[in-house]
C-alpha cells in the first residue's frame, strides 16, 4: 500500500472505524480511484492531501466507501417483532406516549420506511410514533428523502402492500406521502459521542450489520452510543452476524425474543451477565423455532399431526480442532441448518468476517427456505469479494426468479468478469510458475 493510500485509509478509519479485514483489502483502494477519477487528480498522494482538508471530498470518499445495499422488510422477523412489541405496548395503551424508533444506519430509506408501514399496519396512529433515521452518507440520505426505489429495493414487499404504499413512477415507485412523512433523517455517526444528544431515549433502534464492519476500539464507542440512545426497557434489534461485547455496555444486553429474531434487551440485575464477545443467538431448527408472541385466539381447526422433528446433532467433541466452517459444512450436509449457522457465526466471530462464511450462511439459509436471509448473506459476500464468482451467480438467479430481470443480468456480466479475470490469472500464473497476484 502507497503512502497516499495509507494516509486515506487513516482519515477513513478515524471517521468510520472500519475493521480492515472485515471490509476486505480491496474496498478502500477502488473508492480512492473512483474519487480520484471523479476530481481529476493522479497521485494518491495528491488525493489524501485534498481529502484531509476537504469536508467535502472526505463525505465524498465516504459515499463510495458504505454499503448501499437494502431493500424494503429486508428480513421479516425484526419487523414482526416490532408490530407485537408496538401493539402491546401502545396500541392497546392509548393514553402512553409516542413510540420512539431509531434507524442507524438508515442506508437509502428502506428500512425506516419499513418501520413506519409496520408500525401504521400495528394500529398506530401519526402522532403515536416517531421515526429518526441516521446515516453517514449524505448520498444515501438524498435517496432516502426522494423516497423513489427500483423493483429491486421492493423485492420484500407484497403485492397489497406496494399497491397501498407506493405509487408508480416514470422512474421506479415513491412511497407514498402517508409514510414518507412518518420519518425525518439525519445525517450522523454512530462514533460521534454527541450524536442525537438532545433527543430523548428510543423504545427501539435498529442497528443492524454495521458491528461486524467495525474494528473493536470502534465497536466499544458504538456500544456506548446505542446504550446511551435507547430506553430503560427497550429493544435493540442488531444484524444475525453483528457482535456485542466489545465494552461493559455491550455485555449488558441479553436475548429480548425468539431466537432468530436478533432483539436484545438489557440484562437484568438478577440474570447472569453476558461473556466478554459472546456471539448473538443463533437460529434453533426450524421445528424448534418459538413464536414471538401467543397468537391471537382463532376458531377450532382439525387438529394436523406435526412432523417429526430432527434429533438434535451431538455435540463436537472438546477435542473438535477442525476449522469452524468445516464443522458448519458437516452440520449443513446433515440439514441441521441451526447448528450450522451458529458454526458459521463462530467462525465470523473467532476469524473475522469472510466471503467463504458468508456465502456458505447464504445457502443454509436457501436450505431452510429463508430466501431474504440468504440474498442478505451473499450481497456480504460481494461486499468482502466483488469478484466472488458464485455468489454473484446466486445472485443472479434470485433475481431472476422474482422477475427483476436487470438486476440479474447486472449480476451475471459481474460474474463473467470475475471469471474471465480468474482465467487470466490463473494463466499467468502457469506461465511464470508463480502467484499474479501477492
Same mark, same amino acid.
Given at each position: 500500500m502507497s503512502?497516499?493510500?495509507?494516509?486515506?485509509?487513516? *482519515?477513513?478509519?478515524?471517521?468510520?472505524?472500519?475493521?480492515? +479485514?472485515?471490509?476486505?483489502?480491496?474496498? &478502500?483502494?477502488?473508492?480512492?480511484?473512483?474519487?480520484?477519477?471523479?476530481?481529476?487528480?493522479v497521485q494518491e498522494q495528491d488525493y489524501a492531501e485534498l481529502v484531509a482538508r476537504s469536508e467535502a471530498e472526505l463525505q465524498a470518499l465516504i459515499d463510495e466507501v458504505v454499503v448501499p445495499e437494502?431493500?424494503?422488510?429486508?428480513?421479516?422477523?425484526?419487523?414482526d417483532l416490532l408490530r407485537t412489541f408496538a401493539r402491546d405496548g401502545w396500541t392497546a395503551r392509548p393514553s402512553r406516549g409516542p413510540l420512539r424508533v431509531l434507524s442507524l444506519p438508515c442506508a437509502g430509506g428502506e428500512e425506516p420506511y419499513s *418501520?413506519?408501514?409496520?408500525?401504521?399496519?400495528?394500529?398506530?396512529p401519526p402522532g403515536r410514533f416517531v421515526i429518526d433515521a441516521v446515516d453517514v452518507s449524505e448520498r444515501r440520505l438524498e435517496t432516502a428523502r426522494a423516497g423513489v426505489y427500483s423493483q429491486n429495493s421492493l423485492r420484500g414487499l407484497g403485492p397489497e402492500r406496494l399497491?397501498?404504499?407506493?405509487?408508480?413512477?416514470?422512474?421506479?415507485?415513491?412511497?407514498?406521502?402517508? &409514510?414518507?412523512?412518518?420519518?425525518?433523517?439525519?445525517?450522523?455517526? *454512530?462514533?460521534?459521542?454527541?450524536?442525537?444528544?438532545?433527543?430523548?431515549?428510543?423504545? +427501539?433502534?435498529?442497528?443492524r450489520n454495521l458491528l461486524i464492519y467495525l474494528a473493536r476500539p470502534s465497536r466499544a464507542l458504538a456500544e456506548a452510543t446505542l446504550d446511551r440512545l435507547l430506553a430503560a426497557d427497550g429493544l435493540l434489534v442488531l444484524g444475525h452476524a453483528d457482535t456485542l461485547g466489545a465494552s461493559p455496555a455491550g455485555r449488558a444486553f441479553v436475548a429480548a425474543a425468539g431466537l432468530g429474531t436478533f432483539a436484545l434487551r438489557r440484562r437484568k440485575p438478577d440474570e447472569a451477565p453476558r461473556r466478554p464477545e459472546a456471539a448473538l443467538p443463533s437460529p434453533p431448527k426450524l421445528a424448534d423455532r418459538p413464536r414471538l408472541a401467543p397468537p391471537p385466539p382463532t376458531p377450532p381447526r382439525p387438529a394436523i399431526a406435526a412432523p417429526p422433528a430432527p434429533p438434535p446433532a451431538p455435540?463436537?467433541?472438546?477435542?473438535?480442532?477442525?476449522?469452524?466452517?468445516?464443522?458448519?459444512?458437516?452440520?449443513?450436509?446433515?440439514?441441521?441448518?441451526?447448528?450450522?449457522?451458529?458454526?458459521?457465526?463462530?467462525?465470523?466471530?473467532?476469524?473475522?468476517?469472510?466471503? @467463504?462464511?458468508?456465502?456458505?450462511? +447464504?445457502?443454509?439459509?436457501?436450505?431452510?427456505?429463508?430466501?431474504?436471509?440468504?440474498?442478505?448473506?451473499?450481497?456480504?459476500?460481494?461486499?468482502?469479494?466483488?469478484?466472488?464468482?458464485?455468489?454473484?451467480? @446466486?445472485? +443472479?438467479? &434470485?433475481?431472476?426468479?422474482?422477475?427483476?430481470?436487470?438486476?440479474?443480468?447486472?449480476?451475471?456480466?459481474?460474474?463473467?468478469?470475475?471469471?474471465?479475470?480468474g482465467r487470466v490469472a490463473a494463466d499467468i500464473n502457469t506461465k511464470t510458475g508463480g502467484p499474479a497476484h501477492e
Open positions: 503512502d497516499g493510500l495509507r494516509a486515506i485509509d487513516a *482519515i477513513l478509519n478515524e471517521r468510520l472505524g472500519l475493521d480492515r +479485514a472485515s471490509i476486505g483489502p480491496g474496498l &478502500i483502494p477502488r473508492a480512492a480511484r473512483e474519487r480520484m477519477r471523479a476530481t481529476g487528480l437494502s431493500w424494503f422488510f429486508r428480513d421479516a422477523l425484526p419487523f *418501520i413506519a408501514v409496520t408500525l401504521e399496519e400495528a394500529g398506530l399497491a397501498r404504499w407506493f405509487r408508480e413512477r416514470p422512474g421506479g415507485f415513491e412511497v407514498a406521502e402517508a &409514510i414518507r412523512g412518518r420519518v425525518r433523517f439525519r445525517l450522523g455517526n *454512530i462514533l460521534d459521542p454527541a450524536l442525537l444528544a438532545g433527543e430523548p431515549p428510543y423504545d +427501539a433502534v435498529f442497528c455435540s463436537p467433541p472438546a477435542d473438535d480442532a477442525r476449522p469452524w466452517l468445516e464443522r458448519a459444512m458437516e452440520h449443513a450436509n446433515q440439514g441441521r441448518h441451526g447448528q450450522a449457522l451458529a458454526c458459521c457465526e463462530e467462525a465470523v466471530r473467532r476469524e473475522g468476517p469472510s466471503a @467463504a462464511a458468508f456465502v456458505l450462511m +447464504a445457502g443454509i439459509h436457501q436450505a431452510a427456505g429463508r430466501r431474504s436471509e440468504a440474498e442478505g448473506c451473499y450481497n456480504k459476500a460481494i461486499y468482502l469479494d466483488p469478484a466472488h464468482d458464485g455468489a454473484l451467480l @446466486a445472485l +443472479a438467479l &434470485i433475481a431472476e426468479r422474482r422477475g427483476d430481470l436487470a438486476a440479474a443480468a447486472g449480476f451475471r456480466r459481474r460474474a463473467d468478469r470475475a471469471l474471465k479475470s
